[in-house]
């Protein structure tokens, strides 16, 4: 417990760190750098700031492209379920290059500006292993990514013929007023090309600017009014918590047994509450559904097994209370805005259930699996262990120096006292040791004679010694 208390001023810190400036008549920044798009977590916290961009009424929202491109469907998503549903303006500035994904982005944008000399375009889809991707999933997903982005470009008003020209490689040449694209190949735009004009429109591109100062005012925005968006401390923690989730769900279950396996509330509740404390306070700030509501069912289910174990057994309450805790934790690690994208009926193509589940379930495994070995471990080891202060014991603890030896069978038939009431389970005193027991249903009070009556591997069973 005191482990758990000790990380409280930590954790305050981080949220107070969290205060974040309001976007309320602002024009927020959004830097999209070399390493960006490879990066998921950089996708929820642009998702997360699109959404305060709504919520709290800034004037404008600015992408500064400097990127060679990243993630394809995250990118998709960004464009189709965020930037089209954006409330505000919205700016590309490309800083350099915006290429692949970069240009994605800029397209799903209300207009593109770009600084002289910079570039755009070459926004094929590619296999993030390098390997060639097979002649019938390519078709699939150019047509669907097709799709999408045609949706996007008509919204915002770019022409789409530039976007394929971009994004589709052709058996023959293609041009498009004053620009074109020999067969085999992939257009990509100087910002001079994407300012130069077609039927009296810019080929892509608004206008070019020396900096982001010089957009600013072109814009007609001051200073003043620019915020940019950047991740914070508790983010930062938060994410690495989430990847980190699994650890977190073994080292609780080792927590919760060590308390079993020790007299008290000390160190193994401590460790217990604090690993999963951290689970659901990290997982709700990285932006998953964890919550009070997850948090409060996950509690739940622990106080069943407690009850299931202590006052009223039944098989029942144990597999409910199972259920809860294996469910909170299992929906606590699922992405937020995954989770709205599948529940909105205006994007059919937001995935499945069970691919919103998968990273989640696979999370869940590793810690469930990993959390058993760590009992079997401590089954074999804990006892043997000397820590001070704390009194340690199996179900198979017995007196060496007595004529009962160390096996299980031997202790069926000895007698004791109950050192608390059991309920049906608790503590007993047998031969100067101290042992965790159940009995089979009934209720005995404390100081009453006990008998066991069978042993078995995870416990010792007793009963009223009439004697």
Known sequence: MKFFLTLLPFLSLLVSQAQEETYQDKVVIISVGESDLVNEQSFKFWRRTLERVNEEQAQAVIFQLDTPGGLAFETKDIMVNDLRDLTVPSYAFVDDEAISAGALISIATDEIWMTPGSTIGAAAIVNGSGAEIEDTMRAKLESFFEANVRAVTKDKGHPTEIVKMMMFIEEEDRTYGPISVPKGKLLTLTAEEAVELHNDQPI????????????????????????????????????????????????????????????????????????????????????????????????????????????????????????????????????????????????????????????????????????????????????????????????????????????????????????????????????????????????????????????????????????
């Open 204 to 467: 892509l591109a608004t206008g070019i600017v020396a900096n982001r100062e010089e957009l600013i005012q072109q814009l007609g925005f001051t200073p003043d009014m620019v915020v940019e968006a950047q991740q914070t401390g508790l983010e930062l923690f938060a994410w690495h918590v989430s990847a980190w989730s699994s650890l977190l769900i073994l080292i609780g279950i080792g927590g919760i047994y060590f308390e079993m396996k020790s007299p008290g509330f000390g160190l193994g509740i401590g460790v217990a509450l604090t690993a999963f404390g951290i689970f659901f306070f990290g997982n709700f700030f990285a932006g998953n559904l964890a919550g009070y509501e997850l948090a409060t069912i996950f509690v739940l289910g622990l106080i069943l097994i407690i009850v299931e174990l202590t006052i009223f057994p039944s098989l029942i309450l144990g597999l409910v209370g199972s259920l809860l805790m294996i469910g909170a934790l299992l929906f606590a690690m699922v992405d937020r805005f995954d989770f709205q994208d599948l529940t909105n009926k205006d994007l059919p193509d937001s995935g499945t259930f069970l691919e919103l589940l998968a990273a989640p379930m696979l999370s869940l495994s590793v810690g469930l699996i990993g959390g058993i070995i760590l009992i079997l471990l401590m089954m074999r080891f804990l006892p043997h262990i000397p820590i001070p202060g704390i009194m340690l014991h199996s179900d198979t603890d017995v007196d060496h120096t007595s004529p009962v030896n160390d096996e299980p069978s031997n202790l069926v038939g000895l007698s004791g006292t109950a050192t608390m009431d059991l309920r049906p389970a608790g503590k007993a005193k047998v031969n100067e040791l101290i042992l965790d027991v159940i009995t089979s249903g009934e209720f005995i009070p404390k100081d009453s004679r006990i008998k066991i009556i069978a042993q078995e591997k995870m416990r010792t069973i007793v009963a009223l010694d009439d004697n």
